[in-house]
């Protein structure tokens, strides 16, 4: 079974440092980007960042950049979003998400909620 799990989300002030966790397991890990995506409450979708497969870097959306540090470990499968100084913006279910060309796995997310 595919799963791909985040969590670490909960409720913080402005200013605070949060870091979400990424469990992935039933696919190879390797071959995937692994991505964040988060969900705001209107519904609206905006990816957050996505570490590229084979080494091949890290981007990040204007809103998080400089904020926030995606990382993985392949020995592991799992991957890791690192996040400070944040800000109500942020408040948003959060997604990790494994892609490559013709699949695209989800996992359940996890709420951060960022209190002003």
């Known amino acids: 079974e595919v799963q791909l799990q985040a969590s670490g989300g909960g409720l913080v002030r402005a200013g605070g440092s949060l870091t979400l966790s990424c469990a992935a397991s039933?696919?190879?890990?390797?071959?995937?980007?692994l991505g964040w995506i988060r969900q705001y409450a209107d519904k609206r979708l905006e990816v957050v960042s996505c570490v590229r497969k084979l080494n091949g870097g890290t981007d990040y959306s204007d809103s998080v950049k400089g904020r926030f540090t995606a990382s993985r470990d392949n020995t592991k499968s799992t991957g890791s979003l690192e996040m400070n100084n944040l800000k109500p913006e942020d408040t948003a279910v959060y997604f990790c998400?494994?892609?490559?060309?013709?699949?695209?796995?989800w996992g359940k997310g996890t709420q951060v909620t960022v209190s002003s």
């Open positions: 998400n494994a892609f490559r060309s013709g699949m695209n796995y």
């Open positions: 039933g696919f190879r890990f390797v071959d995937f980007d």
